[in-house]
């Protein structure tokens, strides 16, 4: 099966470019997740989708940050403009749909992220 | 919000030898997953142990969830265990905060031949 898959790997780019970034979910999951790594400040959550919905954008650094689910199997993470301080690896992860009330089981399952350098 | 503290910081070993890996952390979770980050960077979901125990091979969890710690067992280490290993937890908020996972640090391993 394939995992989630993120483009592109690597992103090199000059500060006040707009960057986009991709994720594809596992098919059946139904929760979305974008995470950040850097050196400083480790590995935390910027947003969370739930059907497609977003649910939680507390951990989105500002405004130049922004988010879109449209549908099940695709999502993008944008960042207008960017600035040398977002030089980081962005992480999406996707949980597994769960019968019953709990929305999803927590399992994420990480794609392999997309390494950004803004100059 | 929970914290989560992993300890050892750093862990050298040699080929072959044991290690068992800790995760604190500072409230009641529902989710618990333990991951491997591989020196090419990508993060391998490991194990999802809220609690009880479960092993893969040479690798094993268990997670006491009343007394709010989680132990990864690495038996006869090889040179591809090496990387960050990583605990994260998450409590649930009324069912919509279930993956929303707090990462330790990590523990950097390396593995010698």
């Known amino acids: 099966d394939a995992g989630v898959i993120q483009s592109p790997r690597h992103e090199v780019t000059e500060m006040g470019q707009e960057v986009t970034l991709r994720c594809k979910p596992i098919s059946g999951h139904n929760s979305l997740f974008w995470y950040r790594q850097t050196m400083m400040r480790g590995l935390e959550l910027l947003i969370y989708?739930?059907?497609?919905?977003?649910?939680?954008d507390s951990g989105m650094p500002e405004d130049r940050f922004s988010a879109k689910m449209p549908n099940a199997s695709f999502s993008t993470l944008k960042i207008q403009p960017s600035e040398p301080r977002d030089s980081a690896v962005y992480f999406c992860?996707?949980?597994?749909?769960?019968?019953?009330?709990?929305?999803?089981?927590?399992?994420?399952?990480f794609g392999e992220g997309s390494r950004l350098t803004v100059l | 919000g929970i914290q989560v503290e992993q300890s050892p910081p750093d862990l050298i070993l040699q080929e072959g030898a044991n290690s068992t890996l800790r995760c604190n952390f500072s409230?009641?979770?529902?989710?618990l997953q333990w991951f491997h980050q591989n020196p090419w960077g990508q993060l391998i979901n490991l194990f999802y142990?809220?609690?009880g125990t479960k092993q893969n091979g040479r690798l094993s969890a268990t997670t006491v969830a009343t007394e709010r710690y989680s132990l990864l067992y690495i038996s006869s280490s090889q040179t591809t265990d090496s990387g960050v290993y990583f605990c994260?937890?998450?409590?649930?908020?009324?069912?919509?905060?279930?993956?929303?996972?707090?990462f330790g640090q990590g523990t950097i391993l390396t593995v010698h031949p």
């Open positions: 989708f739930n059907n497609n919905v977003p649910i939680d």
């Open positions: 994260a937890v998450a409590v649930d908020a009324g069912g919509t905060s279930y993956g929303k996972l707090t």
């Open positions: 409230d009641s979770v529902n989710n």
């Open positions: 142990i809220p609690s």
């Open positions: 992860a996707s949980s597994p749909r769960l019968a019953g009330p709990r929305k999803n089981t927590g399992e994420l399952f």
